[in-house]
């Protein structure tokens, strides 16, 4: 046994010194997002200024983060609402004759039950709203692509709650979409154990 950690021991490299930069800065406490229990998590180093290649900047990142929490919201919302059984009247594909009704509640069984020109349409849709609606203008705040319609918030506390809110929501959404996922995928119901 000893000889087997010699020999392990043998192919270990030499030990480098952690290389720290003087000029990194990080993002301060009681940024939006930045909430409790957890407060500044960052393994990955994304908060790194200045930023360097391939590393994007960190509003890339938050604008992002806002995004996907926001799709996973709806993502979430749409398994459990068709897992509720609630769906549209009438007929998904009339040509293939498959109706709302005939779709399954899970994300992976509802995915592969559209057919492939329902897909197209569904893309086509989110692309055009990518490039024509939800383009982000960089003299905004990250995730405030809406028009005059979109309601925004004069009192900074209630501002500040409400994005806390948004981006914490969006986070629990990741997870549960996620989690929907695994679990369709691992042969149960996408909402088990609250579904059986």
Not at 61 to 73: A, P, Q
Not at 104 to 116: C, D, F, H, I, K
Request: glycine share 10%; aromatic share 8%; net charge negative.
């Amino acid at each position: 046994m000893l000889s087997l950690l010699t020999a392990c021991a043998a192919f270990q490299g030499p030990v480098l010194a952690p290389r720290h930069s003087s000029t990194v800065t990080m993002k301060a406490e009681g940024e939006i997002g930045v909430t409790p229990p957890l407060g500044v998590w960052d393994p990955l180093n994304l908060l790194a200024e200045p930023v360097e290649y391939p590393r994007r900047s960190y509003r890339r990142y938050v604008e992002l983060e806002i995004k996907h929490g926001r799709i996973c919201m709806l993502a979430t919302l749409g398994v459990i609402t068709t897992e509720a059984g609630i769906r549209w009247p009438g007929y998904l594909s009339k040509s293939l004759d498959i109706k709302f009704s005939d779709v399954p509640g899970g994300a992976l069984s509802s995915y592969a039950a559209v057919p492939a020109l329902g897909w197209l349409q569904i893309v086509a849709f989110v692309i055009f709203l990518e490039l024509a609606y939800g383009q982000q203008d960089p003299n905004k705040e990250p995730g405030d692509v809406g028009g005059i319609t979109w309601i925004r918030y004069d009192d900074p506390e209630v501002k500040k709650f409400k994005l806390n809110a948004e981006r914490n929501n969006g986070r629990a959404a990741m997870m549960g979409i996620t989690g929907m996922v695994v679990h369709e995928a691992l042969g149960v119901d996408a909402l088990f154990p609250i579904v059986q």
